[in-house]
């Protein structure tokens, strides 16, 4: 299980596995093997260079559990930093506090859970009368719901009646202060088993292999695919297979990817094809077979050091084979709702390229995007190979795991230019217009957000840009995120672009259509 993030109208992943029941004051539970804790997230206000110095392994603090704590449900933080959680020992479950130490605070054979801290008092569900109602620390019971009360919040809690659930208040006056007893806690008992085993040193191998199949998608205006993909990793989430494979409608072409990875070296191959023609450069229309082995040190989180080769033909004409092989070193880093990363190739052939760049994020209701891609290759030049391109693409449109060398340019045709420099930087409004939250009977498909976004986007790519050489788009696009095909999560989008601003040797004109679903192989 893992924690997910709204940004903008796309979900983004919490950067750790077997993460769940995040509360209020960035605080939710996991496990590490089989100890349950609590896990205190970083908090999203902090300083930038204060998040940047931390590494991967501070951002998130374990707490392991008390002894004989067989699960953790519902953390909730106060304002003086204490945190309250449900806690199961022996398949009883209570509410602890955690204040830099354990302290137990319930402690009948009765079920309590759901806590919550109401001014630094605290009220819970127990179900100690016979039915779940809303209780005080002192276990004095606040509410008498006719069939079920449980998720006090804020005064309000949920009431299950004879017409459904209904949202009620209930009664937070003198609610009394949590006592901490000095008894310690009651050591866990011993778990009965019908025989003794001796314990085995752990294998991934058990866990690691895939056991499902689904269908896999992209649509764009200039590409629809369709295939399967399949993948899975072992429970600590260090060792993965997965494998994809994608039929091409506008390239008329089966490309086909599968990677691994154990702790940190990651071992990937990628067939697929690629065709496009620049306004300014010659037209690229190659079928490619990749291979890459990385390694990710895990001193400075998110930095990689990789190999890569490339065997690469035309698909018409003359079908002479070749190659080349390169190494790269790279270093992603998110900081809050924010990204940038930069990426090093250098060739056997030569040349060397230095490209990245940086997303931020603002905003809580209306979201402000402001973001940046540059390139630049020193060396002998190799149309789409080392060279960098910008248009209207969103996305590459092939299947490469690898940082990109297309920097989008809404309002323009697809590649539209190609050279040795590039860049491209913008702004992007994102406006609420619809929480639509909402599916279609057993479809595997679930609309999330509905947002207007107002972009300008500005670039330019050739062997020595000036201002001459600006291009400047604009536009607009409807975006929501979803969830399709039995998990996974996407981003769709759909909008209309114009140029702006080009270059006197260009003639493109407007609108541009723009849409997409899902992601390109």
């Known amino acids: 299980m893992r924690l997910y993030e709204y940004r903008n109208t796309t ?49 998130a603090v374990f707490v392991q559990s008390p002894p004989g704590v067989l699960g953790m449900s519902g953390p909730v933080k106060a304002n003086d930093g204490r945190i309250a959680v449900a806690a199961n020992i022996g398949g009883n479950w209570d509410i602890w506090v955690y204040d830099d130490q354990w302290h137990r605070i319930t402690s009948s054979p009765s079920i309590e859970m759901d806590p919550w801290w109401q001014n630094d008092r605290l009220v819970f569900a127990s179900n100690v009368s016979g039915r779940f109602q809303i209780h005080a620390a002192d276990m004095r019971q606040l509410t008498h719901c006719p069939t079920a009360a449980v998720l006090p919040r804020m005064n309000k809690f949920l009431c299950l009646t004879s017409s459904g659930w209904q949202i009620m208040e209930y009664q937070a006056a003198d609610l009394p202060p949590v006592t901490i007893s000095s008894k310690e806690p009651e050591p866990a008992a011993t778990p009965r088993s019908p025989e003794s085993e001796a314990a085995k040193p752990y294998t991934p191998f058990k866990s690691i292999w895939p056991n499902y199949v689904r269908p896999d998608g992209f649509v764009s205006a200039n590409d629809f695919q369709i295939g399967l993909v399949t993948a899975g990793h072992d429970v600590t989430g260090r060792y993965r297979v997965d494998a994809g494979a994608r039929y091409s409608f506008d390239l008329d072409f089966f490309s ?18 690629i065709a496009y023609s620049p306004e300014n450069a010659t037209t690229v229309d190659e079928e490619r077979n990749e291979v890459r082995g990385a390694w990710q040190p895990g001193l400075i989180p998110g930095l990689e050091v990789a190999a890569n080769g490339r065997w690469y033909e035309p ?83 092939y299947f490469t795991q690898r940082p990109t060398r297309l920097f989008p340019l809404r309002g323009f045709e697809d590649n539209v230019l190609e050279a040795e420099e590039a860049y491209t930087t913008g ?95």
């Open 11 to 59: 979900p983004l992943v919490f950067g750790a596995n077997h993460v769940w029941d995040p509360g209020p004051g960035n605080v939710a539970v996991s496990r590490r093997g089989p100890k349950p804790g609590l896990v205190l997230l970083p908090d999203q206000q902090s300083l930038w260079l204060e998040q940047f110095y931390r590494t991967q392994q501070t951002e």
């Open 256 to 273: 086909v990817a599968a990677g691994a990875n154990a702790a940190d070296i990651g071992l990937r191959f990628n067939r697929y094809a």
């Open 315 to 397: 698909r018409t004409g003359s079908r002479e084979n070749k190659d080349e092989f390169w190494g790269s070193l790279s270093l992603g880093r998110e900081i809050g709702r924010h990204r940038g990363w930069v990426n090093l190739d250098v060739f056997t052939s030569g040349s060397q390229s230095l490209f990245g760049g940086f997303d931020l994020w603002f905003g809580e209701k209306i979201f402000t995007s402001v973001h940046l891609l540059a390139g630049k290759t020193w060396g002998g030049i190799n149309p789409g190979h080392n060279t960098f391109r910008v248009g209207g693409n969103l996305t590459e449109g």
């Open 427 to 521: 702004v992007e409004i994102y406006w609420p217009l619809l929480n639509l939250q909402q599916g279609y009977k057993t479809l595997p498909l679930f609309l999330h957000r509905l947002r207007l976004g107002t972009f300008i986007d500005v670039g330019a790519a050739d062997d020595s840009i000036s201002v001459d050489d600006t291009l400047i788009g604009a536009g607009f696009e409807l975006v929501t995120s979803l969830q399709i095909g039995w998990g996974r999560l996407s981003s769709f989008r759909v909008g209309l672009g114009w140029p702006v601003v080009q270059p006197e040797y260009l003639d493109e004109s407007g609108p541009v259509f723009l849409i997409q679903l899902g992601n390109p192989l």
